[in-house]
C-alpha cells in the first residue's frame, strides 16, 4: 500500500538543493515501512519536521518480498529510495536528509556532531533494551531489561539541557530517541515500569518529544492496539 504525504510543495524543496541530483531524490522519496518499527520512524520524523513530501509503502517483515530484498541489503527497514537510490540504516537516512534539507538537526561543529553520534549510538542500545522487554518471556526476564532501560536512561539524566537534548533545537539524539519513549509509553502503561522515577530531566523531555506533532502523528492510526497485538505474538 502506499500512501502520500505532500506536506509541502516540492519545488518549496527543489529550491534548497545544491545539485541536480539531489533536486531529483527531494521530489521523489519513497520510504519502505514496517507498521510499528522505532527506526522507520525516526526517518518519519525527520520528514515531517522538514516538511518533506514522500511517500511511504508498508511491507510484512514476515515475508519479505524479492523487490525488498533487492533494495535493502540487511534486509531492514527503513530503507529510504531517494531518486530510485536506497538509502539504508536510519542513522544515514538521517543524516541524508539532514544534508538535501534545511533547517539542519546534525551540529555544524565537529565536536559537537561526534557528541550528538555518539550518543545516538547509547540510543540504539536503549532500543535493544526496549525490544527485549518486548520479547521477555518472563517476569525476570522482564525485570532485567527493564533495569537495563533504566540505567540507560540514567545515563542521559545529568546531559539532557532542555528543552530538546542539547538545547533550543531539536537535534539527531532528539530524533533518535523519540521513537523509544513513544513506544515506552504504551509499555509502561501495561506493565507499570517506572521508567523515569527519579528522573526529572528525562521524564521533561520525554514528555516534550512525545507530545510532538512530528512524532504522534508518524505512526499508523491503532498504533497502540497493533503494537500490543505484535507483543503478544512475540
Ligand atoms: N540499524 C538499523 C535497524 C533496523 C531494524 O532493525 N529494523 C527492523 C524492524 S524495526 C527490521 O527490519 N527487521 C527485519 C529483520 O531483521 O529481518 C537501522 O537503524 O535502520
Same mark, same amino acid.
Given at each position: 500500500m502506499t500512501f502520500s504525504f505532500?506536506?509541502?510543495? %516540492?519545488s518549496a524543496i527543489v529550491d534548497?538543493?545544491?545539485?541536480e541530483t539531489d533536486a531529483v531524490a527531494a521530489a521523489d522519496l519513497e520510504l519502505i515501512s514496517h507498521e510499528l518499527c522505532p527506526y522507520v520512524h525516526r526517518a518519519a520524523i525527520v520528514l515531517r519536521e522538514k516538511g518533506v513530501p514522500y511517500r511511504i509503502r508498508y511491507i510484512d517483515l514476515k515475508a519479505k518480498p524479492p523487490w525488498f530484498l533487492a533494495v535493502s541489503p540487511r534486509g531492514k527497514v527503513p530503507v529510504l529510495v531517494a531518486g530510485g537510490v536506497p538509502i539504508f540504516e536510519s542513522a544515514v537516512i538521517v543524516e541524508y536528509l539532514d544534508e538535501t534539507h534545511p533547517?539542519?538537526?546534525? %551540529?555544524?561543529?565537529p565536536l559537537e556532531r561526534a557528541r550528538h553520534r555518539a550518543w545516538a549510538e547509547i540510543v540504539s542500545d536503549l532500543l535493544v533494551q526496549q525490544w527485549k522487554l518486548m520479547v521477555a518471556a518472563s517476569a525476570a526476564d522482564r525485570e532485567t531489561a527493564r533495569r537495563n532501560v533504566v540505567d540507560l536512561l540514567q545515563r542521559f539524566e545529568p546531559e539532557v539541557r532542555g528543552p530538546w537534548f542539547a538545547g533550543d533545537a531539536l537535534g539527531i539524539v532528539d530524533v533518535a530517541i523519540a521513537p523509544a519513549f513513544f513506544r515506552f509509553d504504551y509499555l509502561d502503561r501495561w506493565w507499570?515500569?517506572?521508567?523515569?522515577?527519579?528522573?526529572p530531566n528525562v521524564g521533561a523531555w520525554r514528555d516534550r518529544l512525545v507530545a510532538r506533532p512530528s512524532v504522534r502523528e508518524t505512526v499508523i492510526d491503532g498504533f497502540e492496539e497493533k503494537l500490543r497485538a505484535y507483543v503478544a505474538q512475540l
Open positions: 505532500a506536506l509541502r510543495e %516540492p534548497f538543493m545544491s545539485t533547517p539542519h538537526i546534525v %551540529p555544524a561543529s507499570n515500569l517506572g521508567l523515569y522515577e527519579g528522573l
